[in-house]
């Protein structure tokens, strides 16, 4: 069952009114932009997480919206919502205030409420930039918080201070043995030294602490964060049928069967001449980062608006970085099983579109009736074990001279390839996993027709049921 592991560690929460530099605190801390940041008030809308080590200690770091006295419209509410299910469950509150607009009303209303959560509250005043803002900042001390620390995001100041109180209230971190105390390395199987790479398992998947790390991507308001919600069992991420509601990517840890998952939402991905200057492009930014850094991309599409140009835009960005895909088609319960081959004219139209991946897997979800989930997460976990798996040696060698004993290179014309010279394979090895890499070693790489090279890859993929997972072939001159 899908069990949450953010609790496993404390959580700081970073609050305020919008625009105080919450999120330029954040990217601070964390000592890379994670968070977007703007100069327009309520740019972050979700709850942003992330993990820090900090001088020993291990923490989640919230990032929220600003908090407002009076929201206006549903989804500053939801704002408000998600900041209140942050501050909750943190076992620190990092209050942010503007040194440069003073100390308002809001701050008042703010601290009032912060008070009555009865937690540790480290009031921050930000933007102190100089010896006036210093001496005006000093108006603060009137809320009665028992820690006030000056601080400039931007600048890094005071950062050093704010986190050494950040650090007084939290556990104390846990003893770790030195790399020599524990032998955690054992033999496993009985793979060829020469051909598996260290810590992998020939012929088996590989056992592996690493996490899973799925992206969600996909057009706008296809239901992208309402999936996430729905694999969580938890309101993690605002839902809103406004397309552009989540602009930050969000990464939430879990585990499933055994194995800690990261998750990962993302803003919606519109084709380049759409894509609105400002806050929307550093969230297209984000999100092809996001596909980036992850193992595999669940591409997510409207059941009622399959297969579209910019589906397959977003299918070829994973193919390009090489990362393991699944199709999410969503809302089908706006569709149903009307007739007994909707499934199947469905996948072909999928398939159809993305003809440059044949092999893959289609999912059928409804994230509002939290359908389909588990199979969803059964299905990533299968392809991320596919991605991983070694195999031996000696196997591909038996591959290798069975391929060009049924079908010998054809002849290739070009630059730099000498007259009567033909394409000579002598070896191939796995040199990689995620995505599953095989090096093999020719005379010339230039004499490799990429026909050809698809036809060694069918092989690989018939011999050893790579069946839903892409495929990297690198050819080298021996």
Known sequence: MVQITEDALPIVAVVGRPNVGKSSLFNRILSRRQA????????????????????????????????????????????????????????????????????????????????????????????????????????????????TVMISAYHNYGIYDLM????????????????????????????????????????????????????????????????????????????????????????????????????????????????????????????????????????????????TAQDA???????????????????????????RYAREEAMARVLERLHFMPYVPICFTSALNRQGITTLMNTAIDLWEERMRWIPGRDLQYLLADALTDHNPPPVKGRGIRRGEFLRISRVNQVGVNPPTFLFTCNNPRLVHFTYQRYLENRIRDKFRFDRTHLKLVFRRR
């Open 313 to 339: 835009h977003i299918s070829g960005l994973a193919w390009e970085m090489c990362r393991g895909m699944i199709v999410v088609i969503n809302k089908w319960d706006l569709v149903g099983d009307e007739h």
């Open 36 to 147: 977007i940041v703007s100069d327009v008030a309520g740019t972050t809308r979700d709850r942003l997480m992330s993990e820090v080590d900090w001088e020993d200690y291990r923490f989640i770091l919230v990032d929220t919206g600003g908090l407002e006295s009076d929201p206006e419209g549903h989804i500053r509410e939801m704002v408000q919502e998600q900041a209140d299910m942050a501050m909750s469950g943190a076992e620190v509150i990092v209050f942010v205030t503007d040194a440069a607009d003073g100390m308002t009303a809001t701050d008042q209303e703010i601290a009032d409420r912060l008070r009555r959560a009865k937690k540790p509250v480290i009031l921050a005043v930000n933007k102190v930039d100089n010896d006036r803002r210093e001496m005006s900042a000093s108006e603060f001390y009137q809320m009665g918080m028992p820690e």
């Open 164 to 307: 050494d109180r950040v650090m007084f209230h939290l556990p104390a971190p846990p003893y770790v043995p030195p790399d020599d105390e524990d032998e955690w390395w054992e033999e496993e199987g009985d793979a060829d030294s020469e051909s598996a790479a260290p810590g992998l398992v020939e012929g088996r998947p590989v056992s592996s602490p690493k996490e899973l790390r799925l992206a969600i991507v996909g057009r706008t308001n296809v239901g992208k964060s309402m999936l996430l919600n729905a694999i969580l069992g938890q309101e993690r991420a605002i839902v809103s049928n406004v397309a552009g509601t989540t602009r930050d990517a969000l990464d939430t840890q879990m585990t499933y069967r055994d194995r800690p998952v990261t998750l990962i939402d993302t803003a919606g991905i519109r084709r380049p001449g759409q894509v609105k200057p400002g806050i929307e492009k550093y969230s297209v930014l984000r999100s092809v980062n996001a596909v980036n850094r992850s193992d595999i991309t669940l591409l997510i599409t409207d059941a009622t608006e399959l297969a």
